[in-house]
């Protein structure tokens, strides 16, 4: 028996066509396999939708038998026909909604600054005690609307002229700077009083202190606002006596402007 030696170029031509041989026949295996995949991927979503359509027929067909008490067919292409009327629409409306929508989104950042710039002020102003001012405030005026009725508010209404006016002249300079001094005179003679003896002062003790120039300017001054006091009453007075009385003007009291 004789062996047939082939030439070298020839027999590594013929392992180089078998190797292309061997990788044509791997893709072919692997695209196979990829197909299979796919067909049973198809065949299981054909099969699900298969029961899902049955499923929706079902629902369909009961929900119709049950309409077909209450709607006919005229009633369904009523409704269709309404809607085809209403698509511009309610089109118009969906592209409302989208601009909506994108002016939300590009108002969310301004509007989370207006919300820091926001929280930072009422946690100032109720650092400073805004808020329990407030609440002591509901508290007095809840005093007063438990304390008043309408009627007094009433009279409240008819006066508050006179009382603005009062008040207007009390808040006059000179009026606070003699509240002021009445004031510290008053402390004064609170402190006064804390430091005198238990025992009232004899009227011997009284009379010197008339004899100090400041005791008499001030009782004369006592005397005189009571005077004001008299004439403005008997002013008010409905006896046209009184009045008369009123407008008459006494002369200074002794000392008054020592």
Do not use: C
């Not at 791997?26 to 699900?48: K, N, W």
């Not at 009327?85 to 207006?114: I, K, N, Q, W, Y």
């Not at 005189?224 to 008299?230: D, F, I, N, Q, Y």
Request: glycine letters at 4%; zero cysteines.
């Amino acid at each position: 028996m004789t062996t047939v030696e082939l030439p070298t170029d020839r027999l590594d031509a013929l392992e180089s066509k078998i190797d292309r041989l061997t990788e044509q026949m791997a893709m072919l295996t692997v695209e196979a396999e990829h197909r299979r995949r796919q067909r049973e991927a198809f065949d299981d979503l054909t099969g699900d939708l298969a029961r899902v359509s049955e499923g929706a027929m079902d629902v369909a067909v009961r929900e119709l038998d049950s309409l077909s008490q209450t709607a006919d067919l005229a009633d369904t292409v009523k409704l269709l026909r309404r809607f085809v009327e209403v698509a511009p629409t309610l089109e118009r409306a969906l592209v409302g909604l989208s601009a909506v929508a994108e002016l939300v989104d590009d108002a969310a950042p301004l509007g989370s600054d207006v919300m820091a710039m926001v929280t930072e002020r009422l946690d100032a102003v109720e650092r400073k005690g805004y808020f329990r001012f407030a609440t002591a405030a509901l508290g007095v005026a809840d005093q007063v609307v438990t304390n008043f009725d309408e009627h007094d508010v009433e009279q409240l209404g008819e006066n508050v002229v006179a009382i603005l006016e009062a008040l207007r002249e009390v808040t006059q300079p000179e009026m606070l700077v003699f509240l002021s001094r009445m004031i510290d005179a008053v402390h004064a003679e609170q402190v006064a009083v804390d430091m005198e003896p238990a025992e009232p002062p004899s009227l011997w003790a009284l009379a010197r202190q008339v004899r100090d120039p400041d005791v008499r300017r001030g009782m004369a001054r006592a005397l005189h606002t009571l005077r004001a006091v008299s004439v403005e009453t008997g002013a008010q007075a409905p006896d046209a006596s009184a009045a008369g009385t009123s407008s008459h003007r006494t002369p200074p009291l002794e000392g008054e402007n020592t």
